[in-house]
């Protein structure tokens, strides 16, 4: 976009349209990317920045097409580097709002080394993961999310890799802020990309996203509102748990083990199951299990849905920046005593 398509917006109202650009999205029909770009856009108006303050960096990926589609500035990076990218940026200048556009093999795969150490740095940055278990972009390759036994044309007999658990991944990387939301979902979808936003640190969002065309099935059993109200809950701070058609089912914590309780059949009521704290990193780290696989259990565990954790923790800008102010309160050094050190040694 242009410095002077940017000033037209300098202090008006903004709306969802003055962030879409002139370019048609090039997504196929029916591919989730399109519904969580509508929804980053209904989101960027409430958070009350001038559109000039707004950066969209991404890698390599369908997803990672994003940055095109929006009336903001942007960067299209390399396969998997945005993080390292978005995180210079935001050294730089703290006083910009970065989003990053990633997918699962762009993030997972090739990235899976940067989103790490970027979890554990906590830059100030908001990353929207695009999950829709599969490459795209290059015609429909396993990915690290794929579900186990899958069919791809790389693994023809089934895949056997065990996929990434990002939830897991997340918080055990350090990161201080993971959620996860649905492509079809466009309210919830807003609340939480606008909760990820606010969030000071690193904000993670991991969206099941579908892929029509590679990946079809990936997520059929939130299909529907009636399998949604089965397979999913939704987990909202100091609310419990609860799940299944008119909240009849709750989960219940039976030491580290999480069980599936029937409410009424079992006389119970909602003050009797597990009640949610998004700070609790133990309660966090259960939670993030529950999309495994857990053969042998009586009944499976639904999908968490909403925030599952989010920590107070200093980010890296302003860490560097502390330091950075230490140092220049000490006075000017000689480059002299730069070379030299605290260890030198003088051979007579």
């Known amino acids: 976009m242009s410095d002077t398509e940017i000033l037209k917006t300098a202090g008006t109202t903004l709306t969802a349209k003055d962030f879409a650009s002139d370019q048609e999205p090039k997504w196929c029909p029916g591919c989730g990317d399109h519904a969580v770009l509508q929804q980053i856009k209904n989101t960027l108006p409430d958070l009350g920045i001038p559109r000039e303050n707004f950066v969209f960096i991404s890698g390599i990926g369908c997803s990672s097409r994003l940055p095109y589609y929006m009336s903001a500035y942007g960067v299209h990076g390399i396969h998997g580097r945005a993080l390292p990218m978005a995180t210079g940026l935001k050294t730089a200048r703290p006083d910009l709002c970065v989003w990053v556009a990633t997918g699962d093999g762009d993030a997972l795969s090739i990235g899976g080394n940067h989103f790490i ?20 972009l290059t015609k429909g390759q396993y990915s690290p999310t794929t579900k186990l036994g899958l069919r791809t044309v790389t693994s023809p007999s089934g895949v056997i890799d065990h996929p990434f658990n990002t939830a897991s991944l997340t918080i055990g990387s350090g990161g201080s802020f993971f959620a996860r939301a649905f492509d079809r979902d466009g309210k919830f979808l807003r609340g939480v990309l606008k909760r990820a936003a606010l969030h000071k640190g690193m904000s993670l969002v991991e969206i099941y996203q579908n892929c029509p065309i590679f990946n079809n099935t990936a997520f059929e059993a939130f299909a529907n509102s009636e399998n949604r109200s089965e397979t999913t809950m939704y987990v909202e701070q100091g609310k419990p748990l609860v799940f299944g058609k008119d909240g009849g089912k709750g989960i219940m914590l039976d030491g580290f083990r999480p069980i599936v309780v029937d409410i009424e059949k079992q006389g119970l009521s909602t003050s009797d199951l597990w009640i949610h704290d998004e700070t609790d990193i ?67």
Request: charged share 30%; with cysteine; aromatic share 8%.
């Open 117 to 136: 150490h970027t979890l554990r740095r906590n830059p100030d940055l908001n990353v929207v993961l695009f999950n829709n278990e599969i490459y795209g």
């Open 282 to 348: 133990n309660k966090a780290s259960i939670l993030a299990r529950f999309v495994d696989d857990r053969e042998g259990d009586d009944e499976k565990l639904p999908c968490p849905i909403g925030v599952l954790f989010a920590q107070d923790k200093i980010t890296y800008e302003d860490a560097l920046t502390g330091q950075i102010q230490a140092a220049q309160e000490k006075g000017a050094g000689t480059f002299e005593e730069l070379l030299k050190g605290d260890n030198s040694y003088i051979i007579k």
